[in-house]
């Protein structure tokens, strides 16, 4: 029978949830797809109401997706995300080499960036002028007799056109790893998506 010491036991599952320099591990894969999903569901809600209106169908959307409550929680698993990447620094798959990568680096970075920016400023606003928010159903604050301009202006200002900044590099970014995997038939996607091995 083979020799298993504990420390190759330990090692093992914590293997798969980091990064390394081929792939990213599970917690990253994980944070990644959770955040596609919510932010596929934040957008499909305010286009079907922009296409349909108040009906029984956007209505039972936002029921699902109430657009605070799923900015809040972009908000937290980007923080997380960002953490868990700072952790995972030496250890994760670089960008190419060239402009490319460069392009897809500052891509990366700008989704960081706009999935923090946009909901902080969204959550200030909403203080600001007094509304209550929650994390489905869970008070986050109460409505109160507040007008703070300067935390109501900076949102007013911003939250439309970045929030549809995002989605066009959203586009863009899907439609790269489309391209990578069946165009340049290259191992970009499958970091992210196929099984994970463990090195
Ligand atoms: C990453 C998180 C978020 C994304 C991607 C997002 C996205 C959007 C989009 C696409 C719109 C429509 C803009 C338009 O009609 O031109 C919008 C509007 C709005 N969002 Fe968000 N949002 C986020 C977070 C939040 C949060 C956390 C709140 C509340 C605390 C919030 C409150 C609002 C409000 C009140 C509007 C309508 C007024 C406006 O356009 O500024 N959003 N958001
Ligand atoms: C179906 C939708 C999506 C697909 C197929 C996809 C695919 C990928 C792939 C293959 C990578 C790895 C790139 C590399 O190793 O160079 C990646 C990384 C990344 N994706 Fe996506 N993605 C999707 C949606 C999203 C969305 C909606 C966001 C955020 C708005 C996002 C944000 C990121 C970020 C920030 C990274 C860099 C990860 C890191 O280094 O921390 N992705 N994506």
Do not use: C
Not at 131 to 138: C, E, K, S
């Amino acid at each position: 029978m083979p020799h298993i010491t504990t420390s190759a036991l330990l090692a093992s599952p914590r293997s798969y949830l980091l990064d390394s320099a081929t792939r990213y591990g599970l917690i990253s894969r994980t944070l990644h797809w959770l955040t596609a999903a919510i932010v596929l569901l934040q957008f499909s809600v305010v286009l079907a109401w922009r296409g349909y209106g108040e009906t029984s169908f956007t209505l039972t959307l936002s029921n699902i997706g109430p657009h605070g409550s799923l900015g809040v929680l972009l908000l937290l698993i980007t923080l997380l995300r960002a953490g868990w990447a700072f952790l995972n620094r030496q250890q994760r798959p670089s960008p190419a080499a060239g402009l490319r990568g460069a392009l897809a680096h500052t891509v990366h970075l700008t989704f960081y960036a706009l999935l923090i920016a946009l909901p902080t400023l969204a959550i200030l606003r909403q203080y600001g002028r007094g509304g209550a928010l929650d994390v489905y159903g869970l008070p986050l604050f109460n409505a109160a007799e507040r007008e703070i301009p300067w935390m109501i202006n900076i949102a007013n200002l911003v939250h439309s056109p970045l929030a549809w900044l995002l989605l066009a590099l959203g586009i863009g970014h899907v439609a790269m790893a489309l391209m990578h995997h069946f165009g340049f038939k290259d191992k970009m996607l499958s970091r992210m998506a196929e099984p994970i091995n463990r090195y």
